[in-house]
């Protein structure tokens, strides 16, 4: 089902870059949480309505800026994530971006285990009930191929990789 809300691109985009943003915390790679928040913090400020939203990624961001108390980032990180998916405005295209994130950087990883997990399966049926350009249904073919193959080769994770990637970049 599509999200009939202006803020689509944004949303997803969101999302994405929150993937990445709870991934480089969980690594305690604090330059790239960093980037992340200000790739969010620009598209929350695009986006009608985000308000409270931009602002809770700057506390966020401040969190981290602060310092070594890794885990209030990490949970803030989390919590925000559970008001996104929940957002009337975010929610649909929030998760999409969020899983899109999360399938590409399994792909990098060689993680299997991710794409046979329940959050990735719950993902794959948003994303085919959910009015996508051509492009997008396209990348989404072609990763739904590969991952049919097992074990995949070292090839096939990086055509994975990459058609994610253009399943980002086509939203």
């Known amino acids: 089902m599509a999200s009939q809300s202006s803020s689509d691109p944004d949303a997803f985009a969101i999302g994405v870059s929150h993937q990445e943003l709870e991934s480089a915390l969980e690594s305690g790679s604090l330059s790239s949480a960093r980037e992340a928040i200000e790739r969010i913090l620009a598209a929350t400020r695009r986006a009608a309505a985000a308000h409270a939203v ?3 990624y700057q506390r966020l961001g ?3 800026q602060s310092g070594p108390r890794r885990s209030s980032p990490i949970l803030a990180a989390a919590n925000l994530r559970r008001l996104m998916v929940q957002s009337t405005f975010f929610g649909a295209r929030f998760r999409l971006g969020f899983w899109a994130g999360a ?4 792909a990098a990883r060689r993680n299997q285990t991710y794409f046979s997990s329940r959050e990735a399966h719950r993902g794959w049926d948003v994303a085919r009930a959910d009015a996508l350009p ?4 396209a990348a989404l073919d072609t990763a739904y191929r590969l991952l049919e193959d097992r ?3 070292d090839a ?3 055509r994975l990789e990459e058609a994610f990637r253009q399943f980002i970049l086509v939203l």
């Open 54 to 56: 931009t602002e809770a």
């Open 151 to 153: 074990p995949m080769t």
């Open 134 to 137: 051509a492009a997008a249904l």
């Open 103 to 106: 399938c590409r950087l399994a």
């Open 62 to 64: 401040e969190a981290i």
């Open 156 to 158: 096939q994770w990086r």
